[in-house]
């Protein structure tokens, strides 16, 4: 196989542009190219007046070595690498029990069953239909149900956003998360894009039938079943202890519990520091959303070619003199401000788009990094205070019912409260309170988000546009915890596998994925 790599093309090019390029470049007929397989898509927008695609294919080829004794620049012998799963090693007669439905937690199960190892799951929410419905209905009406939301119930915190698949891992691990998506519904250009991603609408069904694998293999999932404590023989553990709807709290045996709980309910937090699992603090974010008119972005970004091309986004980011550093996370192109709450009185905003990004704004979390020394104290827990304080000032300054603070960019800047919307109307429901943002932010992230604004303007042309919105407040970029665990991938009690975002080893829906096959791996070959 040989890989062929920089291969530009027009923004309006088609597949039969790029196989007519590659006979070109190779000197064979297109029809003896056979399977073109992309590798890799992406937008080169450095030269706004010449922005093209740029492509990466691998191909099979009869004479290959021919090819390569030319010697071309981009041209290269490649082996494609399948991952594998390790053999399994695992003797005991108990089911694995996994804590949590979100990426970590179903791809942990999912990998776990394919190779002969069903899983109970346990999910304090709801199945995804019945959550879109709670969620829906808590966007129009302000009423919030704290087990089915936008943070817990089937899927994870992902199923409402982007289901944005870009991530600084490397890991190999990675191809068996994309091929697994795909092989669950989701377009098969996430293969190959350079800024991948699902949308909350098809991933929603990509999660379903996740499901539909998981039930097929012998998997037991159990919805509204809340983990409510651990059972153990010392220092290992022999159950989990479980309050199911419907149901008396029952204890459910097992030596091996895989806690991918996600990183938005501080009770399981509580819970693992009252029975002693070792936890640390660890740095997290905190800020707003931004919302812009999507068009003037895409403009701004790709110049003349704009409309020519899918919704731009972006990705900023600054250390200022002061030492704080600001960066904008999770942009939604095409899409909408979500409210993403858990709990009554704290409000807490996201992004979320559907897989057309067609909606009229843009969002993006517009952040701050926040570490150990900005929550005061040492207990493990202060960074989970440190986000409940300024997630219930916010409800306060929303005005209750769940609205949202929010205040436009040059407001924000003059230092004045806003009192109306300006030609960019924003997308939160259930609604928004014109105020002062700064109000419900600590001054050093109010003054950090000042001071980036017009060098993230400067970067991207109308980031800092006077009419542009701030929602707040956005705080649960990351967990603010991390449940330490050992090369093993256990935590100090045996049995115990802490795992994904929740537990602070992963940051977005791949990492968390990954980690999951990780610690599915270490149960496998666990004797």
């Not at 530009?8 to 073109?36: I, Q, T």
């Not at 979500?338 to 807490?348: D, F, I, T, W």
């Not at 700064?438 to 060098?455: F, H, K, N, S």
């Not at 006077?466 to 407040?473: F, I």
Request: a neutral charge; glycine letters at 10%.
């Amino acid at each position: 196989m040989i890989q062929v790599s920089n291969i530009c093309l027009s923004v309006e090019a088609d597949e039969e542009a790029l196989r007519r390029r590659l006979s070109k470049l190779l000197k064979r007929p297109a029809s003896e190219l056979g399977e073109v397989h992309i590798v890799r898509q992406s937008v080169d927008a450095r030269k706004k007046d010449q922005i093209h695609l740029v492509y990466t294919v691998q191909l099979d080829l009869a004479d290959e070595p021919a090819i390569l004794r030319r010697q071309l620049r981009q041209v290269k012998p490649v082996e494609r690498k399948a991952y594998h799963f390790p053999a399994v090693q695992r003797q005991s007669d108990q089911r694995p029990v996994i804590v949590g439905m979100g990426p970590a937690g179903l791809f942990c199960a999912l990998y776990l069953a394919r190779n002969g190892v069903p899983c109970t799951v346990l999910e304090q929410g709801r199945p995804v239909e019945e959550r879109v419905r709670d969620v829906e209905a808590f966007w129009r009406t302000g009423a919030l149900n704290e087990r089915s939301n936008v943070q817990f119930g089937e899927g994870g915190a992902g199923t409402f956003s982007d289901g944005k698949l870009t991530t600084g891992t490397h890991d190999p691990r990675m191809s068996a998360v994309f091929d697994s998506f795909a092989a669950a519904g989701a377009s098969a250009d996430i293969l190959y894009s350079h800024k991948p991603h699902i949308g909350t609408d098809c991933l929603r069904d990509v999660v379903r039938n996740i499901r539909v694998e998981l039930l097929e293999l012998g998997c037991d999932i159990r919805y509204s079943a809340r983990m409510t404590g651990l059972c153990s023989d010392g220092d290992r553990i022999t159950g989990v202890r479980v309050q199911e709807s419907g149901r008396a709290e029952y204890e459910l045996s097992t030596d091996a519990v895989v806690l991918a709980v996600g990183h938005s309910d501080t009770g399981n937090y509580e819970l693992f520091q009252s029975i002693g699992l070792p936890m640390e603090r660890k740095n997290f974010a905190i800020g707003v959303r931004i919302e812009h008119d999507q068009d003037a972005i895409s403009q701004a970004q790709f110049g003349p070619a704009w409309d020519k091309l899918p919704p731009s986004d972006y990705k900023l980011s600054c250390h200022l003199p002061s030492g704080r550093s600001a960066f904008t996370f999770c942009v939604c192109p095409g899409g909408q401000v979500v409210a993403a709450a858990s709990e009554q009185g704290a409000l807490v905003t996201n992004g979320m788009s559907y897989r057309a990004r067609d909606g009229r704004n843009i969002n993006g979390g517009f952040l701050v990094g926040v570490n150990p020394e900005d929550f005061g104290g040492d207990d493990p827990l202060a960074g989970v205070r440190f986000q409940t304080y300024w997630e219930q000032l916010a409800f306060q300054h929303g005005g209750g019912r769940f609205r949202a603070p929010a205040q436009l960019v040059g407001d924000f800047l003059a230092g004045r409260a806003s009192t109306a919307c300006g030609g960019i109307e924003p997308t939160y429901q259930p609604g928004v309170m014109w105020t002062d943002v700064g109000l419900c932010l600590p001054d050093y992230v109010a003054g950090t988000l000042r001071d980036a604004l017009p060098i993230f303007d400067r970067k991207v042309r109308g980031f800092a546009c006077p009419e542009a919105v701030l929602t707040g407040v956005e705080t649960r970029s990351s967990s603010p915890v991390r449940v330490v665990r050992g090369a093993d991938y256990q935590s100090s009690l045996q049995g115990v596998y802490p795992c994904g975002e929740g537990c602070g080893y992963a940051g977005g829906i791949v990492s968390a994925a990954v980690d999951g096959i990780r610690v599915a791996e270490a149960i496998a070959q666990s004797k």
